[in-house]
């Protein structure tokens, strides 16, 4: 790690001595545009509308622009383009995101409010996504321990009315088709409708699925200081579960890469849901504004499965394993925040203060697999063995003998559990810009978190009440308006109920400590310079650090045990060059070690990535993309079990027939590389997609 220290310190000296020379003299406040700014409408991931320069922390901006021209359909396609962070497969059902190390289902927030239901993310009715690295409770409260990622949903455009339609389709046999509508009711009434319908398909057999979205938003100034948005989402997703396939002798077995370890009438996710929100803002002086929103989500999920647990290379034999587990979570959380700016002398002051409050009512159940040659009674009915053959035959054993595959057997219900959870926060922050050059963040969070897990299936209950205090710290120094150099320091902290809220783990009863929160912290320092209005470049170098709460089986005490260290550098060169060439670069280094002194799960050495946008002509252009990931352990303290590096190859060209008709050709995969982006754990390992073409054109009304 040594030289990732000192290309870190080299580049950072670098910048700030040749940042003055190269950059172009402008107001950094005047970059009030989209993508520059972290979310610049009233309800924002920041609460205060922020230019990235004066962000003391890293982060990636990925535009609905990028997300059109890059072709993405998913989160997890904008990962694979952002330093410090790559996927996970998340059981084939749901976003997983490593941030710095740390995976994560549920650290996803819209419009900077909570979204940590376990499901794909579409993209559809997004402004812009916000990748924010490193732990930080006082925006985001519990949780966010190795960052967030936060969508900006698009909002009613005032004194413009537009239609656009996107279509597409491509080689696999998916498609698409997006509308964007925005009209003005009024001279203070605003509406606008997205809606989008996708046919899924990819490479692997039986995969397939539908997803269907549509979100009404109306925008109503009240009067000239006072602005009301409303908003409706209605979700309703089905797709095929694919676990991936296993490995042996340390690495997957490629041979399988066309077998899907699955049932194809039994692997599937279902979600529906429904989503209003509502956000009021007011501006009660030229240096005071205040913010208050309501979101009410209802979401209704289903997940079952069949996947790999065990195989031998020599038998060819693999023995299977699954369950079946629906969930249903209303959410109700209500934020405010009031942000006022004053002078003291020569020092300006922007204090934000707000709240949260957050109710949560989530029932779960989990069915173990059942085979019919099983008997429930039987240490292990819920898995068997199998001749791999593509498709495997579920209707005969290993044995050759007789069985069939149940998701909802009486006998196999392994839990059923319903959790209360209230969490009531408050928070604290002063951005103090001493002078023009220096500025100052303080800040903290008080979070009481509240949860109570029924266990319906033993009639037992347990119970946690955690109250947490959160500091923030930044400092920036700024030698002009294009250039920052910043420090952070931030913690945040992860109730024991799990990021999905299931369970209450371990501990004696009655013990205060037996439920003692997980801890993180996190230390950065950067440089942030613009090189012209439109062309920054960002790095950094971090570190942090987990506590992990362990129970030795018999004391009442909880021990603190070290869980996982991390350290790295990234960064990022983006933006538009001139006035034909368009460049996004990222690049990250990162080693981890797990409380054992191994090493950790997940985390590439070294990942970077180019996008590269030319346009020949105002009607014609094309793209090149590279993304190369190393080669990262599978499971933890496991360095001889390996997803193999790979390097993959995009481009794209576009072509606009006329002013309202534009046409797109993405190339994903150009040289066919069979490669393995993410798994899950030792014997589900994702399949890369092989070459594929998409087609898709867009037309404005």
């Known amino acids: 790690m040594k030289k990732v220290r000192l290309l870190g310190v080299t580049i950072l000296c670098a910048l700030f001595v040749v940042g003055p020379v190269l950059a172009e003299s402008y107001d950094a406040e005047e970059i009030l545009v989209k993508g520059r700014v972290l979310q610049s409408d009233q309800m924002n991931a920041l609460k205060v509308p922020t230019p990235i320069i004066n962000v003391p922390q890293s982060l990636s901006i990925v535009t609905d622009e990028d997300v059109r021209k890059k072709g993405f359909k998913e989160i997890g396609d904008i ?9 996970s497969l998340g059981e084939g059902h749901r976003d997983a995101v490593v941030f710095r190390g740390v995976r994560s289902t549920a650290d996803f927030y819209q419009d900077g409010v909570r979204d940590d239901v376990q499901y794909y993310r579409p993209l559809y009715n997004v402004e812009q996504v916000e990748v924010l690295r490193g732990p930080n409770a006082l925006l985001f409260g519990r949780g966010g321990t190795g960052g967030v990622i936060n969508r900006v949903s698009k909002k009613p455009v005032n004194g413009k009315d537009f239609k656009t339609v996107d279509i597409g389709f491509d080689s696999f046999g998916a498609s698409d088709i997006a509308a964007d509508l925005n009209t003005n009711l009024s001279d203070s009434v605003a509406f606008r409708l997205n809606v989008h319908s996708d046919s899924l398909e990819n490479h692997r057999d039986f995969y397939n699925g539908d997803r269907f979205g549509i979100n009404p938003t109306v925008s109503i100034a009240l009067d000239a200081d006072t602005d009301l948005d409303l908003s409706y989402e209605y979700i309703d997703h089905e797709r095929f579960i694919d676990r991936g396939i296993p490995t042996a002798n340390g690495e997957p077995v490629k041979a399988l890469s066309d077998i899907v370890f699955g049932d194809k009438d039994g692997n599937l996710n279902k979600v529906e849901a429904s989503v209003l929100r509502a956000a009021l803002s ?17 979401f209704e999920k289903m997940y079952q499965n069949t996947y790999a647990n065990s195989y031998d290379l020599d038998t060819d034999v693999v023995e299977m394993d699954g369950y079946h587990d629906p969930t249903d979570r209303d959410n109700l959380i209500l934020s405010g925040n009031l942000v006022n700016e004053f002078s003291v002398g020569n020092m300006t002051h922007t204090i934000l203060t707000g709240f949260e409050s957050v109710k949560t009512d989530n029932s779960n159940l989990r069915y173990n697999i059942f085979w019919a040659s099983n008997d429930c009674s039987a240490s292990n009915y819920d898995r068997e063995s199998f001749n791999v053959a593509n498709p495997i035959d579920f209707t005969v054993n290993a044995s050759g003998d007789a069985t069939a595959v149940e998701y909802k057997n009486s006998c196999a219900l392994k839990s059923s559990t319903e959790t209360e959870i209230s969490v009531s926060s408050l928070y604290f922050q002063d951005q103090i810009d001493i002078t023009d050059n220096l500025i100052v963040l303080l800040g903290g969070r008080y979070d009481k978190f509240d949860v109570k897990v029924d266990d319906i299936k033993n009639a037992s209950s347990a119970s946690r009440v955690d109250t947490e205090f959160s500091p923030r710290f930044g400092l920036i120094y700024k030698p002009q308006n294009n250039v920052s150099v910043y420090y952070s320091y931030s913690e945040s902290f992860s109730p024991r109920s799990g990021e999905q809220y299931k369970k209450l783990t371990g501990g004696a009863p009655g013990s205060g400590e037996t439920l003692k929160p997980d801890y993180y912290e996190s230390s950065e320092i950067g440089v942030k ?35 996982l260290s991390v350290e790295g550098f990234e960064l990022e060169l983006k933006g538009q060059v001139n006035d034909n060439l368009n460049v996004a670069f990222s690049y990250s280094n990162i ?4 409380s054992s002194g191994g090493q950790p799960k997940e985390i590439p050495e070294s990942t970077y990535s180019i996008w590269t946008t030319y346009d020949v002509n105002p009607k014609f252009g094309w793209a090149l993309g590279v993304m190369h990931q190393g080669e990262s352990a599978v499971k933890d303290n496991k360095p001889d079990l390996l997803l193999p590096a790979y390097t993959r190859v995009d ?13 797109q050709l993405n190339l994903e995969n150009l040289s066919d590389e069979v490669y393995f982006p993410h798994s899950h754990s030792t014997h589900q390992v994702a399949v890369g997609e092989p070459r594929n073409v998409r087609f898709s054109l867009r037309k404005d009304f």
């Open 529 to 563: 310079f613009d090189l012209n209005k439109n062309f920054s470049f960002t790095s950094a170098f971090f570190e942090s650090e987990s506590e992990i709460a362990g129970y030795d089986g018999s004391s009442s005490e909880y021990i603190t045990e070290r869980g």
């Open 79 to 87: 990962v694979r383009y952002t330093p410090g962070i790559n996927t």
């Open 651 to 663: 481009a794209a060209v576009y072509y606009e027939l006329s002013n309202d008709t534009k046409l």
């Open 591 to 594: 080693d981890g070690e797990t």
């Open 282 to 298: 007011h501006r009660f002086s030229d240096s005071t504004k205040g913010s208050l929103s309501l979101t009410s989500s209802s």
